[in-house]
Nanobody
Framework: QVQLVESGGGLVQAGGSLRLSCAAS????????MAWFRQGPGAERDFVAG????????YYSDSVKGRFTISRDKAKNTVDLQMNSLKPEDTAVYYC????????????????WGQGTQVTVSS
């Protein structure tokens, strides 16, 4: 059974940092793309950052480039998102996702999803 389990969300002040982690189990992720998406209240699910599992190539949305860093640990089967210089507009539920398309920012390409973790940034 494939599972993606996020952890690390919470409440932080603007300018602070959080690190999200996603434990990915139940299948080999070789050839897959992994990503973080987020969804604010009443908003669509937006792409945040992605990484190709095999080669570790990373890509980011313009809104987080330079502030967030995505990484993966093949030995631990985890995908992390380091978030620095957080802003109130980063407040959302953050989801980890896996896609057989190794490189995509389109949520429709993602087959596997975690349950989400809440990130709240206060001003």
């Amino acid at each position: 059974q494939v599972q993606l389990v996020e952890s690390g969300g919470g409440l932080v002040q603007a300018g602070g940092s959080l690190r999200l982690s996603c434990a990915a189990s139940g299948r080999s992720w070789s050839g897959y793309g992994m990503a973080w998406f987020r969804q604010g209240p009443g908003a669509e699910r937006d792409f945040v950052a992605g990484i190709t599992w095999t080669a570790g190539v990373t890509y980011y949305s313009d809104s987080v480039k330079g502030r967030f860093t995505i990484s993966r640990d093949k030995a631990k089967n985890t995908v992390d998102l380091q978030m620095n210089s957080l802003k109130p507009e980063d407040t959302a539920v953050y989801y980890c996702a896996g896609s057989p398309e190794y490189y995509s920012s389109n949520y429709r390409a993602y087959e596997y999803w975690g349950q989400g973790t809440q990130v709240t940034v206060s001003s």
